[in-house]
T-cell receptor, first 116, second 116 residues
Framework: AQSVTQLDSHVSVSEGTPVLLRCNYS??????LFWYVQHPNKGLQLLLK??????LVKGINGFEAEFKKSETSFHLTKPSAHMSDAAEYFC??????????????FGKGTTLSVSS | DAGITQSPRHKVTETGTPVTLRCHQT?????MYWYRQDPGHGLRLIHY???????DKGEVSDGYSVSRSKTEDFLLTLESATSSQTSVYFC???????????????FGAGSRLTVL
């Protein structure tokens, strides 16, 4: 069975410092993995996705994530946080590679706070 | 959120009353979904549709029904609202993304429902 665990419910950083949001997954198959971001009172926006091509995936707004099969992890990083990065982030695993919404399993979310 | 409109965006109702949420898309995507978002639970799939008049249940479908009479509209109905259905409801469509060109799950801005 597939599952996804976001290891931190809340992460606080200072503007200009690195961001690390951690995600571990469990999957019986080669998974597709995604990170979505949700700003307050907004819908979810796709940041990046991994679908068995390059293990280092670059997304929008300077975010990237590395797929590590040996560690079953897909952590999200950014070298330097901006105030506009404050939002909730969801790690998502798909049971099948076509990302159809019926197969998506959402983590419980990590709230990122950025202070000046 | 371009291309997906949810209405109403906010609604307060009383226990036992019927409620209908509407999702309208202009993307001509075949697949449409209703999720609910609750603190500590991430997003959970309620119902989905894979075509006009073709719908199926998700993981939390009890107390909800859906209808899709045309490609662009997907309605979620609470026949008799309960306080446990107080939540934020998101509609999503699956299809070619506007920026990436790849198939992505795109979310509406959400409908906040409060059942007193």
């Amino acid at each position: 069975a597939q599952s996804v665990t976001q290891l931190d419910s809340h992460v606080s950083v200072s503007e200009g410092t690195p961001v690390l949001l951690r995600c571990n997954y469990s999957s019986s198959y080669s998974p597709s993995l995604f990170w979505y971001v949700q700003h307050p009172n907004k819908g979810l926006q796709l940041l990046l996705k991994y679908t068995s091509a390059a293990t280092l995936v670059k997304g929008i707004n300077g975010f990237e994530a590395e797929f590590k099969k040996s560690e079953t992890s897909f952590h999200l990083t950014k070298p330097s946080a901006h105030m506009s990065d404050a939002a909730e982030y969801f790690c998502v695993v798909s049971r099948i590679s076509n990302q159809a919404g019926t197969a998506l399993i959402f983590g419980k979310g990590t709230t990122l706070s950025v202070s000046s | 959120d371009a291309g997906i409109t949810q209405s109403p965006r906010h609604k307060v109702t009383e226990t036992g009353t019927p409620v209908t949420l509407r999702c309208h898309q202009t993307e001509n995507h075949r697949y449409m979904y209703w999720y609910r978002q609750d603190p500590g639970h991430g997003l959970r799939l309620i119902h989905y549709s894979y075509g006009v008049k073709d719908t199926d249940k998700g993981e939390v479908s009890d107390g909800y029904s859906v209808s899709r009479s045309k490609t662009e509209d997907f309605l979620l109905t609470l026949e008799s609202a309960t306080s446990s259905q107080t939540s934020v409801y998101f509609c999503a469509t699956f299809g070619q993304g506007m920026s990436s060109g790849a198939n992505v799950l795109t979310f509406g801005a959400g409908s906040r429902l409060t059942v007193l």
